[in-house]
């Protein structure tokens, strides 16, 4: 089992940056993938993107590329989201996943959860 924990939402003007955080516990989280999805209100939850085991590969969806950066620290059992230049549209619950080796962009393939943390971004 592994426990996921984020941190670092709140509420921020356009434009501005957050850093979310992604604790890992339970179990060594080498082997496992790191993803990122959002949900704002009625909304599907939505993929935003993902860091590989090693933290050499990463991906995102076309609107977050160039604003957002995820990074990890396998020895801190922590994946991180820097969200720059951040809009009104960014403005949902951040959820960090996690899986084990694949990369994935579909929520259905992601085993464990965090509990989220608010977004809200005001123009």
């Known amino acids: 089992q592994v426990q996921l924990v984020e941190s670092g939402g709140g509420l921020v003007r356009v434009g501005d940056s957050l850093r979310l955080s992604c604790v890992a516990s339970g179990r060594t989280f080498d082997n496992y993938v790191g993803g990122w999805f959002r949900q704002a209100p009625g909304k599907e939850r939505a993929f935003v993107g993902v860091i590989d085991w090693s933290g050499g590969s990463t991906f995102y969806i076309d609107s977050v590329k160039g604003r957002f950066t995820i990074s990890r620290n396998n020895a801190k059992n922590t994946v991180w989201m820097q969200m720059n230049d951040l809009k009104p549209e960014d403005t949902a619950v951040y959820y960090c996943?996690?899986?084990?080796?694949?990369?994935?962009?579909?929520?259905?393939?992601?085993?464990?959860w965090g509990q989220g943390t608010q977004v809200t971004v005001s123009s």
């Open positions: 996943a996690a899986r084990e080796f694949a990369l994935s962009s579909n929520w259905h393939d992601y085993d464990y």
